[in-house]
């Protein structure tokens, strides 16, 4: 039997109305999860999702993380359909899953969003990828999945790495605290690290420090951190001159002080 969930969509979120209603969609689930005791949630994602979204990951520029596409495990949810990562035909695709609702006469309900072609996903799906396919070929799919292969293992190891890293350069700053700050690191540490990971701890520390920002202590920020962002932030530890604190999303800039990389809340 279906079990219908209602939930609320906040519009103004960042990333969009999609990247939004997926979060409502995953906490909806979530909590039903937890109060039936489940272990998991099975997702129904296909080879062919995973070709649109590492098609739009490559079409936005993205890095590592974006190509790596839709993971097969987060938590507990798990997406068995995605194939076992090792080789791409132990995927299941969408036309393969209809097929196999057709023989034990299941009805499955379409997302009325899936024809909405205001919406990216829909364009990728209905027009790019079947131009795609007829000038590239029909293993297009595949191959978009085999990237993601290719590169999430790598990915999740720097990304591993990073966090290990970023949690071992936090400091307290002491008598060096100022009332604004609000994450501080070890500026000469972090610059003997890898450039790959240096500009994930970055990234990382940048959303962590908007995190930290007590409800009504930022503006509600949409934007996104950016990968200009990141470099500006990169040249305060590698490429110092003394120049001037880099802006970050959440009403947030950071600084290079007293041997401290420090990331504090601007004044209202």
Known sequence: AAHVLRVEVDLAAPGGLENAARAARHDALETLRRERGALALLMAHT?????????????????????????????????????????????????DTEEICRLHDLEWWEDPMNADETLLRSRVRHRALPLLREILGEHLDENLARTADLVGPDAEHLDAEAAALLESLRRDGGELREERDVLLLDVHALAGAAAPLRTRILRDASRSAERAIPAGG???????????????????????????????????????????????????
């Open 218 to 268: 930022a503006s509600g920020s949409t934007k996104s951190l950016l990968r200009r962002h990141v470099l500006a932030i990169d040249a305060l530890v590698v490429s110092w001159r003394g120049q001037a604190a880099v802006p970050v999303p959440g009403r947030i800039e950071v600084a290079r002080r007293d041997g401290l990389l420090v990331w504090r809340r601007l004044d209202p």
């Open 47 to 95: 080879l062919d999702d995973q070709a649109e979204q590492v098609l739009m990951g490559l079409a936005r520029g993205g890095g590592p993380r974006a190509l790596s596409g839709i993971p097969r495990t987060r938590g507990a949810l798990l997406r068995p359909f995605l194939g076992t990562g090792r080789d791409e035909r132990t995927a299941l695709r969408r036309a």
